[in-house]
């Protein structure tokens, strides 16, 4: 089965700096990429990042340029959203998916929820 197991959430101050962590089994890592999505009370879901572990390109939602670098250590099949200078609009609930062409996903893990204090 597919799995998908996001952490790395927490409560962090205006500025301040998370890393989230997906860890992904059950299929073949190096075919696929893998997505960062989240949604915050009352808001439409948003694509954060993807990366394609095949060749590395990668995705930023325009809100997050700049701010947030995506990675990932495939021999542990793990996948890192890097987030820097967290504002209060940040604040979501995340989710690590697996996508496919036009990083569109088919997988989603569960949430792992961010919270930035002002």
């Known amino acids: 089965d597919v799995q998908l197991q996001a952490s790395g959430g927490g409560l962090v101050q205006v500025g301040g700096s998370l890393r989230l962590s997906c860890a992904a089994s059950?299929?073949?890592?190096?075919?696929?990429?893998i997505g960062w999505f989240r949604q915050a009370p009352g808001k439409e879901r948003e694509a954060v990042s993807c990366?394609?572990?095949?060749?590395?390109?990668?995705f930023y939602g325009d809100s997050v340029k700049g701010r947030f670098t995506i990675s990932s250590d495939n021999a542990k099949k793990v996948v890192y959203l890097q987030m820097n200078n967290l504002k209060p609009e940040d604040t979501a609930l995340y989710y690590c998916?697996?996508?496919?062409?036009?990083?569109?996903?088919?997988?989603w893990g569960q949430g792992t929820l961010v919270t930035v204090s002002s």
């Open positions: 998916t697996r996508v496919l062409a036009g990083w569109n996903p088919d997988y």
């Open positions: 059950g299929f073949s890592f190096d075919d696929y990429a």
């Open positions: 990366l394609s572990t095949t060749d590395d390109r990668t």
